[in-house]
């Protein structure tokens, strides 16, 4: 089984598939629309972005993110300068304890409202 899409609802389509093909390599498939628009990854991973239904309030949970892996810290922290450079504000950039392994990282908001983290891998 392979996990391939994810379904994203967010306030501002546009900012948030700009957000994902200029920082993330993602590209639209087909042509999008004001609320709704489909973005593929170089994997092959569909991402969905969806704008919310008439008075649905758009809301995810404090820790909920998504996760981009490099192959070392230092694309991570040029990963980091390319957000800060455009306005994103990224959180800093920091080593983590992750099950014996030391992973370098960054959180940053995307528009939407959801974190994305970007990361070595463990």
């Known amino acids: 089984m392979l996990f391939n899409h994810a379904n994203f609802i967010v306030e501002d389509v546009a900012a948030s598939a700009l957000f994902f093909t200029r920082h993330f390599g993602f590209r639209p498939l087909g042509e ?11 994997d092959g991973f569909v991402l969905n972005l969806m704008g919310p239904g008439k008075g649905e309030v758009v809301t995810y949970p404090k820790n909920f993110h998504v996760g981009f892996f490099v192959d070392a810290a230092t694309e991570v922290v040029a990963k980091h300068a390319e957000l800060d450079a455009t306005g994103y504000a990224p959180g800093e950039v920091r080593e983590l304890r992750r099950g014996g392994s030391v992973t ?12 994305v983290e970007v990361a070595t891998k463990a």
């Open 32 to 42: 999008g629309r004001d609320n709704f628009i489909i973005l593929m990854g170089d």
């Open 104 to 115: 370098t990282t960054f959180y940053c908001t995307a528009p939407g409202g959801f974190l």
